[in-house]
């Protein structure tokens, strides 16, 4: 487990993530994260869940119109 301290950044408060959790989360300064609330608490995040909902909706889409996608396509 890693602790980390709330810190003063110029006018704001902030933590500051060390770079074996930026590396775990596989982000580099100027990437955006997301701030999850989850039954276990706060969650970071690289990828946006509103992406993923709208990726399984377009899964669900393709498998269900798979025929009529096929001859689209043609």
Known sequence: MTTIKVTTIGNSTGVILPKEILDRLRV??????FVLETPRGIELSPYDPEF???????ERIMREDRDALRKLAE
């Open 28 to 33: 580099q300064k100027g990437d955006s994260l």
């Open 52 to 58: 993923g909902v709208q990726m399984d909706t377009a």
